[in-house]
């Protein structure tokens, strides 16, 4: 069975740092493509950052390129680990952060974390 799990947002003030996680379970994830989403109240959910199922490929939306920088993990067959690592944060980086199979899965989707980026 197939779950991914986000962690890792918070609050944090302009210009700081923080670092997401996103644990994926199933074997199947081991060979796909992962990716970062966000989503605000007043947008849809967009994709910002993928990585291949290699990790040694990954791509990013240019509101984010050169802040943010997604990497990944694949400890074992089961679980695999991908990070965001989000620097020099904005305010408009303030989102529901998700991470989901690239292109999306629905049934995949978790609850996400909750990053605010605030004075």
């Known amino acids: 069975q197939v779950q991914l799990v986000e962690s890792g947002g918070g609050a944090v003030q302009p210009g700081g740092s923080l670092r997401l996680s996103c644990a994926a379970s199933?074997?199947?994830?081991?060979?796909?493509?992962v990716g970062w989403y966000r989503q605000t109240p007043w947008k849809q959910r967009d994709l910002i950052a993928t990585?291949?199922?290699?990790?040694?490929?990954?791509?990013?939306?240019d509101a984010v390129k050169g802040r943010f920088t997604i990497s990944r993990v694949n400890a074992n067959d089961m679980v695999n680990m991908v990070y965001l690592q989000m620097d020099r944060l904005e305010s408009g980086d303030t989102a529901v952060y998700y991470c989901?199979?690239?292109?999306?899965?629905?049934?995949?989707w978790g609850q996400g974390t909750q990053v605010t980026v605030s004075s």
């Open positions: 989901n199979t690239d292109p999306a899965t629905d049934s995949f």
């Open positions: 199933g074997i199947a994830t081991k060979y796909m493509s």
């Open positions: 990585i291949n199922f290699a990790g040694d490929d990954a791509d990013y939306v």
